[in-house]
């Protein structure tokens, strides 16, 4: 069964240094999409991306994020200079359009700890 | 998206069927009805979704009521796999152009075994 698939599945960065996430997204999907969820709260919103821009963004999704497809496969989450209260599961998903009975399919998160 | 209200958590014994309740007093004529669960340590997971008829599928029914102010996800025989939380979602894409999910809190199934 096609998955989506996230890397690496735990990230340590020191405050202030730049990351990225990664994600394969499913190969057929058109939507892609960052959900973050810190420990213990609930699933959070980040960005949605279609056609090779942003479709919409949460207030979290502030300067220091930045989302891009670099090449076929690859959908990727940066964050430029990291705070502590970054630290969070970080969760991409995709899905095959954006209507309303569309299901969305979910990686397995990269854990960002920010130290 | 317009809010859910769900019970915090449940308990169900193993291979018993499950009943998850949904209230979405405030639900417009084109949200869909969308459930995921989240295992432990792991993404969100997509079970089931509809919008005025009983849906059923592998791993889930979905019973809407008749005014669509409330629905039930039933697990026809909880297993230990099935302790996650539960989350129940309306999505009007076409109404509000929003792509996105917006979770609550959900409920948090314990399956005893």
């Known amino acids: 069964e096609p998955e989506v698939t996230q890397t690496p599945s735990h990230q340590v960065t020191q405050m202030g240094q730049e990351v990225i996430l990664r994600c394969v997204p499913i190969s057929n999907h058109l939507y892609f999409y960052w959900y973050r969820q810190i420990l213990g709260q609930k699933v959070e919103f980040l960005v949605s991306?279609?056609?090779?821009?942003?479709?919409?963004k949460s207030e979290i999704f502030d300067d220091q994020f930045s989302v891009e497809r670099p090449d076929g496969s690859n959908f990727t989450l940066k964050i430029r200079s990291t705070k502590l209260e970054d630290s969070a599961m970080y969760f991409c998903?995709?899905?095959?359009?954006?209507?309303?009975?569309?299901?969305?399919?979910f990686g397995q998160g990269t854990r960002l700890t920010v130290v | 998206d317009a809010k859910t209200t769900q019970p915090n958590s449940m308990e169900s014994n193993e291979e018993e069927p499950v009943h998850l309740p949904c209230n979405h007093s405030t639900i417009s004529g084109t949200d869909y009805i969308h459930w995921y669960r989240q295992l432990p340590s792991q993404g969100p997971e997509y079970v089931i979704h509809g919008l005025t008829s009983n849906v059923n599928n592998r791993m889930a029914s979905l019973a809407i009521a008749e005014d669509r102010k409330s629905s039930t996800l039933i697990l026809h025989r909880a297993t230990l796999r099935d302790a996650a939380v539960y989350y129940c979602?309306?999505?009007?894409?076409?109404?509000?152009?929003?792509?996105?999910?917006?979770f609550g809190k959900g409920t948090k199934l314990s399956v005893i075994p």
């Open positions: 979602i309306l999505r009007d894409v076409a109404g509000a152009g929003s792509y996105q999910l917006t």
């Open positions: 991306f279609y056609n090779n821009e942003i479709s919409e």
């Open positions: 998903a995709s899905s095959p359009d954006r209507g309303s009975g569309t299901e969305a399919f």
